[in-house]
T-cell receptor, first 112, second 115 residues
């Protein structure tokens, strides 16, 4: 079945550092890929998505590229801020279904 | 934006009792809602897909008689944990599908503790 593997956390960085959170997937067919963010005390919010190979999703300075050859969708940001502290989830949705399969989540803490 | 609420945000109950959790789409109609369960420091696991006016579709391994789902209107789905036991303690999250956005919008979650 479909699955998503995320980089183990927690991740702690200093403000303005470069961020990468790795995400790889296993899926049949051509899934859509997502990054969700969960801020403390809030529900999950869609951060960005990509629906086909080589698509790049971007939002709030974050970006991720759908790499079919490496089955990856790594999240990157060039300069993180304290306000980026949250839990980040990689997810996929495949086969036309709306169902999401999530990675285990990565807790990110940014120190000033 | 599309807002989904859950009620209650947390609940503590005694073993053997039943608990109902509500999931509401506040500013849109959702024919499809989803219920997830999240264990500490673990991922979200889809429990079931809730379709308005029809029976829910449960994922493999989820007991449908224990986790009753009712999607009686286009803005409300409920999850009832029947005869709760301590192992049912978890964080339950719902989402609602908004077709116009092709996106799920998530509620803030409900923390259930069974004593």
């Amino acid at each position: 079945g479909n699955s998503v593997t995320q980089m183990e956390g927690p991740v702690t960085l200093s403000e303005e550092a470069f961020l990468t959170i790795n995400c790889t997937y296993t899926a049949t067919g051509y899934p859509s890929l997502f990054w969700y963010v969960q801020y403390p005390g809030e529900g999950l919010q869609l951060l960005l998505k990509a629906t086909k190979a080589d698509d790049k999703g971007s939002n709030k300075g974050f970006e991720a590229t759908y790499r079919k050859e490496t089955t990856s969708f790594h999240l990157e940001k060039g300069s993180v801020q304290v306000s980026d502290s949250a839990v980040y989830f990689c997810a996929l949705s495949g086969g036309g279904a709306q169902k999401l399969v999530f990675g285990q989540g990565t807790r990110l803490t940014i120190n000033p | 934006g599309a807002v989904v609420s859950q009620h209650p945000s947390w609940v503590i109950c005694k073993s053997g009792t039943s608990v109902k959790i509500e999931c509401r789409s506040l500013d849109f109609q959702a024919t499809t809602m989803f219920w997830y369960r999240q264990f500490p420091k673990q991922s979200l696991m889809l429990m079931a897909t809730s379709n308005e006016g029809s029976k829910a579709t449960y994922e493999q391994g989820v007991e449908k008689d224990k986790f009753l789902i009712n999607h009686a209107s286009l803005t409300l789905s409920t999850l009832t944990v029947t005869s709760a036991h301590p192992e049912d303690s978890s964080f339950y999250i719902c989402s609602a599908w908004l077709a116009a956005y092709n996106e799920q919008f998530f509620g803030p979650g409900t923390r259930l503790t069974v004593l």
